[in-house]
């Protein structure tokens, strides 16, 4: 069974740091772009970071300058480094892959399952 499994979700005062981890596990034929999201209470899910197979990123303006998306592709793993972190950036953090199961399908997009991110001010 394919799923994303996230780590690293916590508590921490403002201006402090976090790193996330996402790793893809299953029998997976190939890993597409990668990325993550966030959703803060009584808000919709928004976009934070993506990173595509060959490491191209993309980010909200929110955190730019601030967080750094990266992956192993040995591990089928993304990373998010969070720094200088801030009260509005509170949200449970989702993981997102483009994962193809076998080379006969094409890429369908997985979800982890949230990790909480909580920044005190």
């Known amino acids: 069974q394919v799923q994303l499994v996230e780590s690293g979700g916590g508590l921490v005062q403002a201006g402090g740091s976090l790193r996330l981890s996402c790793a893809a596990s299953?029998?997976?034929?190939?890993?597409?772009?990668m990325g993550w999201y966030r959703q803060a209470p009584g808000k919709q899910r928004e976009l934070v970071a993506t990173?595509?197979?060959?490491?191209?990123?993309n980010y909200a303006d929110s955190v730019k300058g601030r967080f750094t998306i990266s992956r192993d592709n040995s591990k089928n793993t993304v990373y998010l480094q969070m720094n200088s972190l801030k009260p509005e950036d509170t949200a449970v953090y989702y993981c997102?892959?483009?994962?193809?199961?076998?080379?006969?399908?094409?890429?369908?997009?997985?979800w982890g399952q949230g990790t909480q991110v909580t920044v005190s001010s």
């Open positions: 997102n892959a483009d994962l193809m199961l076998h080379y006969t399908l094409g890429y369908r997009g997985y």
């Open positions: 990173i595509t197979s060959g490491g191209s990123t």
């Open positions: 299953g029998i997976i034929f190939s890993v597409g772009a």
